[in-house]
């Protein structure tokens, strides 16, 4: 294990240091205007320097011609003299006489690795940073619109012109104040967007002449990708993880890039909100260039868009040094200035996010409409010391506003832009490497174990452990697991063993719910489970079917029966409760603390950032880093790894106890959830000094309440009820526009959803995919598409997560009546119905197998 530690080592500084000086090569050719070609994003292109760090000569020389080879070695030899610290040692053998090798096959993979994730970094950011850029400038050209406007007219413009077939551009809906000239808001709407739209076509254009000059991708070459996609996807399906002493795979798979359909052509925007906006006809007039840009043009030629980030980045500095002067005149205040002055109080820390945010607009619109602060809606835990700074600061700054001398600092009146980094940048912390039979004889033999390898002219068996592998304790690796694939990847504490499935363990295609009969499922617990991001689900097991459909137009089928009560059951698991259980909170919180004890904080707060375009900035941020690698390397060594290992296992509990929320309520809703975090709960009720904090007693109510509605009319869930049913888990496809990456949900969502497909081998469940497609905008009371997101401060703000519908005033929580939704939806596409209010628009009269009321208009409420 010590000799895996060091190799562990030597590659994790091999690897930060041939960044830097591949971080300094590009931005040195995109400064002086040339171009990274495609190859310099090749694994060969990373392990040649990777052989320049360790102090050997370029070692391909078939894939680089003289010149370039030559360009590169000079660059290196500048950089060295530059920053000489950049060079690595290999690694020294414990047995005398042995020189220091640098187990080239070991780095080989690792060179895949970063070579594949700079590909994915341009392949994944290149939309959020341009659609940054976009909300960058209209922002600044248009300031009468809030940051929500600004962002829906950035998707537009970038959607117009992509021509991606996967997110049609659609016209937002502004409404701006009645105090603000409606008439110069669309003027400049109409300017900035046709700037912006011309700018873009010019990128574009350009971009397609380049490719054209590369080669075109065709229809063919996107269904062969798309087949190489299938392939990798699969083969990381059949890999599997010992739940003994594994880390999790998706921290070192490379097994490719994920890329989607090609649409190229001329393409035709679809008709506005509001014809009559000359943009409308701006924007007909332009003639898009004849590329699409999807995931597969930017996979198929992620060298061409790094140029176009860089010039972005660019830009967005430029936009930066700008607002360093702030706008004069200052006839307002801005709610940074106010956050700013507000937060050097010291009851300020008494209050959390949504009392600060609440407090900074009150006192922003008091000060801008010159009216005295009310002193009594200050918050309680403000002392009067506060209450007299809050008023004093508020009159100082009404008289300075109507005197005309009001000023303020740049960046509180114009927040800067974020910026972003070009390139990936290496986390300081271990890396998993990959360790092969060869590589593992050869860390042997350099560490005096020679005894134990076997010659290397016995090649592996499948499915058989090769004999290099029996000097490790591989007990726990168990024959029914899968073909062991005679390799390992390991952080030099925790290993992770990749499997590869058994023939014929293939579960085929995904269940469906049209293969589920309803005979079938009125004998399931159907579960109808709505995901998000605040919460990884909400679900719900029961729902009226009459509210969707007419008496007469609801089938005569017992699965759509009304349910004998009409309260049910509410279950849900949160995202930030996932992070605390799995330990993830615990463990930032103790990173931190180290950092503050052994000075890493003020070192890493020292050097600047690589979010920079500036020949200087990078100079000097990798002039800081490397001056501090060694002190960084020895912190973040064994005890993060230990950290990040216990990490993973909570991790795996957490997702045990997902699936078994389903399955017997698991430690929160089934009968251990009193016990459910005792230790937590006994710690919450002690004072400092150890003594008990005072409770309020509780009385308990004589019997359950009977009815479907409690005291004050409040509709309350039924407490857990232990089924004996098979779980049917209808889970919503989960669109979460761009927070989406080749059709599949991010976060946590998407983790619950694989968590429930491979429990399925395990737990007597069921898992299918249901639609959710507008099962937040009905209600699932009335069956009306009125629901309206309720309003706080007057009107200013609105809350996401609650809703009251306008036809029965039913106040919902957004995602618990989404799950009502999904529950009915599922019941109907067993069926094989949906009602009208679930379809869009534009398809109810096209599609003939949808349910209407024959009282009511397609998609309009009938009174109640």
């Known amino acids: 294990m010590g000799g895996l530690q060091a190799v562990v080592d030597f590659n994790r500084r091999v690897l930060i240091c041939s960044h830097l000086f591949i971080l300094d090569y590009f931005n040195s050719r995109l400064t002086n205007g040339l171009d990274i070609p495609l190859v310099f994003l090749d694994y060969r292109f990373v392990n040649g320097v990777f052989q320049l760090v360790i102090g050997r000569s370029w070692s391909n020389n078939s894939l680089f011609t003289e010149e370039v080879r030559q360009h590169i070695e000079e660059s290196f030899a500048t950089f060295l003299i530059q920053h000489p610290n950049v060079h690595c040692p290999l690694v020294p053998s414990t047995v005398r006489g042995k020189r220091p090798i640098g187990f080239s096959k070991i780095l080989t993979s690792t060179a895949r690795t970063y070579a594949s994730s700079m590909v994915n970094h341009v392949v994944e950011g290149f939309d959020q940073a341009y659609i940054g850029y976009l909300q960058a400038r209209l922002a600044r050209s248009i300031p009468e619109l809030n940051r929500f406007q600004v962002g829906a007219l950035a998707d537009f413009v970038f959607d117009t012109c992509a021509q991606n077939q996967d997110f049609e551009p659609v016209w937002p809906t502004i409404n701006v104040e009645d105090s603000i000239d409606h008439a110069m808001v669309d003027a400049k709407v109409d300017t900035a967007l046709n700037e912006l739209i011309d700018e873009t076509w010019d990128r574009w254009t350009q971009l397609a002449i380049r490719i054209e000059q590369e080669g075109p991708l065709t229809q063919q070459d996107a269904d062969e990708d798309n087949q190489d996609d299938e392939d990798n996807q699969e083969e990381v399906d059949n890999l599997s993880v010992s739940t003994a002493t594994a880390m999790s795979i998706d921290t070192i798979s490379t097994l490719g890039i994920s890329r989607l359909d090609v649409a190229t052509g001329p393409y035709t925007l679809p ?17 898009p260039p004849s590329v699409s840009i999807t995931t597969t043009t930017i996979t198929r030629y992620p060298h061409l868009f790094i140029k176009i980030l860089f010039d972005v980045l660019c830009s967005l500095e430029r936009l930066n040094e700008d607002q360093h002067t702030a706008p004069a005149p200052q006839t307002s205040v801005h709610w940074n200035w106010t956050h700013h002055q507000l937060s050097g109080m010291h009851d300020w820390s008494y209050l959390n996010h949504h009392q600060r945010s609440k407090l900074v607009r009150g006192i922003s619109k008091s000060i801008n409409n010159n009216t005295p602060v009310d002193i009594e809606r200050l918050p309680r835990v403000f002392s ?22 009001f000023s303020s600092e740049a960046y509180l009146v114009s927040p800067k832009v974020r910026l972003f980094s070009v390139l990936p940048t290496p986390c300081l912390t271990r890396k998993f490497i990959q360790v092969s039979h060869d590589s593992l004889g050869e860390i042997m033999r350099h560490f005096g174990l020679e005894h134990y390898v076997v010659p290397q002219a016995i090649r592996p068996v499948a499915g058989q452990v090769h004999d290099n592998f029996k000097i490790l304790n591989l007990k726990r690796i168990h024959s029914g697991r899968g073909i062991f694939l005679n390799q390992l990847y390991t952080d030099g504490y925790s290993v992770c063993v990749p499997f590869k499935k058994m023939p014929g363990a293939s579960s085929g295609q995904p269940l469906r719910l049209t293969d589920i009969s309803p005979v079938a499922m009125q004998q399931m617990d159907v579960w109808g489970i709505d995901p998000g991001v605040t919460d990884i689900f909400v679900a719900s097991n029961s729902s009226d079917p009459r509210a969707y459909l007419s008496p007469a137009d609801l089938p005569d089928e017992p699965l759509l029966a009304t349910p004998p009560n009409p309260r049910h059951q509410i279950r849900r698991f949160s995202s930030a409760e996932y992070y605390v259980k799995a330990g993830y909170r615990k463990t930032v919180a103790n990173i931190k603390a180290w950092k503050q004890q052994h000075g890493i904080t003020e070192i890493e707060s020292s050097f600047g950032s690589p979010k920079t375009s500036v020949r200087q900035n990078i100079t000097a941020y990798i002039t800081e880093k490397l001056r501090h690698l060694d002190r960084l390397l020895l912190f973040y060594g064994q005890d993060i790894q230990q950290l990040r290992f216990l990490n993973y296992r909570g991790a795996q ?11 017997d309520g698991g430690r929160k809703y089934g009968s251990h959830a009193s016990n459910y975090n005792s230790h937590d709960t006994y710690m919450s009720r002690l004072n400092e000094d150890g003594s008990f904090k005072s409770r309020r007693r509780q009385h308990a109510h004589p019997s ?11 509709w309350r869930p039924l407490p857990f009820q232990p089924s004996t049913q098979i779980p049917l888990l209808c889970i919503g496809d989960g669109k979460f526009g761009r927070r989406r990456f080749n059709k599949k949900p991010l976060g946590l969502a998407n983790r619950f959803k694989k968590v429930v497909r491979l429990a399925q081998r395990q737990f007597p469940i069921l898992v299918v995919d249901a639609d959710e497609a507008f099962s937040s905008k009905v209600c699932s009371k009335c069956g009306k598409k009125t629901l309206t997101n309720v309003t706080v401060d007057g009107g200013e703000s609105k809350l996401h997560a609650v809703q009251c519908c ?14 009502r939704n999904i529950h009915a939806l599922s019941h109907f596409a067993a069926l094989g119905v949906k009602p009208l209010v679930f379809t869009p628009q534009d398809q109810e009269q096209a599609d003939p197998s949808t349910t209407s009321p024959p009282d009511a208009q397609p998609n309009q409420p009938t009174p109640t």
């Open 271 to 287: 008709p506005l909100a509001d014809p009559s906006l000359s943009t409308d006809n701006a924007i007909r007039s332009q003639v």
């Open 704 to 714: 359950p309440p009977q009815p479907s509605e409690t005291r004050n009319g409040k």
């Open 384 to 405: 009067q010391q506060s209450r007299q700074q809050v008023t004093t600061l508020v009159a100082e700054t009404q008289r300075a506003l109507a005197a005309g001398t």
């Open 653 to 663: 509990l957490v997702n045990h106890d997902l699936v078994k929320t389903f399955v």
């Open 806 to 819: 306008e036809t029965c005033s039913t106040v919902w929580q957004r995602d618990c009546n989404a799950s």
